[in-house]
């Protein structure tokens, strides 16, 4: 992996456990295994990213594998359109799990995961041995330019020309959002007049769309553990009251999974 100084941007090289550049510059590799390549100057807060409660409660819900079917699809299409990838990154890949099943899919792949939480990625290092991973943000990645050739971001904000700084020329973006009925069962809840999520194909600066799909499902849920898992890695913990959290759990969750999945190529 080439990792670029995230202060003076200078190629970092590793001895021992430590990457280093020319102006001295040093990162320690935790025991864990990931590097922290955040500054100090460029976190918003004190422990940046999701909270130890919702990289558990997302942790244990998707290894249940309730969304195991956009892992999948994501998995095919990255097979469908860049089989032969050797760079690979997952943007914002959280605690590794969609990571580890791409991996799995792409034979020939050295795969790269960054996200800004140090919590998830402690659990994402300690699992997934075959995998680097680093905390960075993604609107400052510390990679040199034109390093991959295969990147997927799901779920996670960045910068279009960032994006297109550290991918080849060629290479594969596939992206995963929230498609226009997702959870929306949960938004009438919620809200008196709600709003569906934006349904046109996104726009990169420096790539092309080549694919786009939408997945469409049913999320149901009846045990009480699975449903708490669902609220608390989601905003909708914060915004249902009690009540309406406690009518969930006795009856039952049930609401639309609907992702959004496109494909670009560097242009």
């Known amino acids: 992996m080439k990792y670029a100084c995230p202060i003076c941007k200078t190629p970092l090289m590793l001895q021992q ?88 899919s792409l034979p020939d792949v050295e795969l790269q995961g960054l996200d800004i939480s140090k919590s998830a990625l402690k659990y994402a290092s300690k699992r997934y041995k075959d995998i680097s991973f680093c905390v960075a943000s993604a609107f400052e990645m510390p990679f040199e330019s034109e390093q991959f050739d295969f990147m997927l971001r799901i779920y996670a904000p960045s910068l279009d020309e960032e994006l297109r700084r550290v991918v080849k020329q060629g290479g594969t973006l596939i992206t995963a959002s929230a498609g226009k009925n997702h959870h929306f069962a949960l938004k009438e809840l919620i809200y008196d007049k709600p709003k569906r999520h934006i349904s046109e194909s996104s726009h990169i600066e420096g790539f092309e769309l080549v694919h786009r799909e939408n997945l469409e499902a049913e999320l149901v849920l009846t045990n009480e553990v699975e449903i708490t898992h669902f609220l608390n890695m989601t905003p909708y913990s914060w915004k249902l009251t009690q009540e309406q959290k406690a009518d969930m759990i006795s009856q039952g969750l049930k609401c639309e999974l609907d992702f959004k999945i496109e494909v670009f190529k560097a242009i």
């Open 17 to 104: 456990n430590t990457w280093s550049c020319s102006n001295n510059h040093r990162f320690d590799c935790a025991k864990e295994g990931y590097v922290n390549l955040l500054p100090v100057q460029n976190k918003r807060s004190k422990d940046p990213g999701d909270n130890k409660e919702m990289m558990f409660a997302r942790r244990e819900f998707l290894n249940k594998g309730h969304y195991q079917l956009l892992s999948d699809r994501v998995n095919e299409l990255a097979m469908l359109h860049c089989p032969r990838a050797e760079q690979g990154l997952d943007i914002g890949c959280g605690e590794g799990y969609y990571s580890h099943r791409l991996f799995d």
